[in-house]
């Protein structure tokens, strides 16, 4: 079993940072691919940055150039930096793995276990 306990959300002006952390049990942690996914009101969840246990990355179009995702596989954690934050990027931030792929997925049907989430707020 994967518990997954992110942290790091806040309220922020528009063009602010957060850093958000995302801190994984699991001896195996360094095999999981790992991913940060969205959910702002009223709207479905969708996926924001993914990475394989290599390090590889993928983005949504949306925060690309703008957020980092990275890995610390010493530590068990995850982390995405958010850099020129907007109001649109204004959600409920959750990190996900998976211990059935190596390679990161921007598909959630791809992720076994999820955290319960932290809230980012971006006012204008």
């Known amino acids: 079993q994967v518990q997954l306990v992110e942290s790091g ?3 922020v002006q528009a063009g602010g940072s957060l ?3 995302c801190a994984a049990s699991g001896r195996t942690f360094s095999s999981y691919a790992m ?3 969205r959910q ?10 993914t990475i394989s246990w290599s390090g590889t990355t993928y983005y949504a179009d949306s925060v690309k150039g703008r ?3 990275s890995r610390d596989n010493a530590k068990n954690m995850v982390y995405l930096q958010m850099n020129t934050l907007k109001p649109e990027d204004t ?6 793995a998976s211990n059935l792929r190596r390679t990161g997925s921007s598909r959630q049907d791809d992720y076994q276990y999820w ?3 932290t ?3 971006v006012s204008s």
Do not use: M
Not at 40 to 49: D, L
Not at 91 to 96: I, L, N
């Open 119 to 121: 809230q980012v707020t």
């Open 40 to 49: 702002a009101p009223g709207k479905e969840r969708e996926f924001v940055a």
């Open 35 to 37: 991913a940060w996914f």
């Open 91 to 96: 959600a409920v931030y959750y990190c996900a």
């Open 67 to 69: 957020f980092t995702i």
């Open 19 to 21: 850093r958000l952390s």
């Open 9 to 11: 959300g806040g309220l």
């Open 115 to 117: 955290g319960q989430g």
